[in-house]
């Protein structure tokens, strides 16, 4: 079995900055990708950035430029580093692991970013 386990979100200011942290636990396979996904009261749960063992790291149009993704392969944790946050990054944040046809999900955590 797979778990992960999510810290950092909470309420912050516009342009403030917010450090996200998934730590993967259990049978986890190697190579992987690690990630987060977020989703918003309404809206589809979609992709915020993703980072592959091998390397390779991926992010959503709207938060490249922003949104830092890193990841410990030791430890199989993942982090996202969320700067000049605005409101529309309010959402729930999910972290996820995945290789081949699996993929495991955190509980998610909340960001909220408000004045």
């Known amino acids: 079995q797979v778990q992960l386990v999510e810290s950092g979100g909470g309420l912050v200011q516009p342009g403030g900055s917010l450090r996200l942290s998934c730590a993967a636990s259990?049978?986890?396979?190697?190579?992987?990708?690690m990630g987060w996904y977020r989703q918003a009261p309404g809206k589809q749960r979609e992709l915020v950035a993703r980072f592959a063992s091998t390397g390779s790291t991926a992010y959503a149009e709207s938060v490249k430029g922003r949104f830092t993704i890193s990841r410990d392969n030791a430890k199989n944790t993942v982090y996202l580093q969320m700067n000049s946050l605005k409101p529309e990054d309010t959402a729930v944040y999910y972290c996820?692991?995945?290789?081949?046809?699996?993929?495991?999900w955190g509980q998610g955590t909340q960001v909220t970013v408000s004045s």
């Open positions: 996820f692991v995945a290789w081949g046809a699996r993929q495991y």
């Open positions: 259990g049978s986890i396979f190697s190579p992987n990708t």
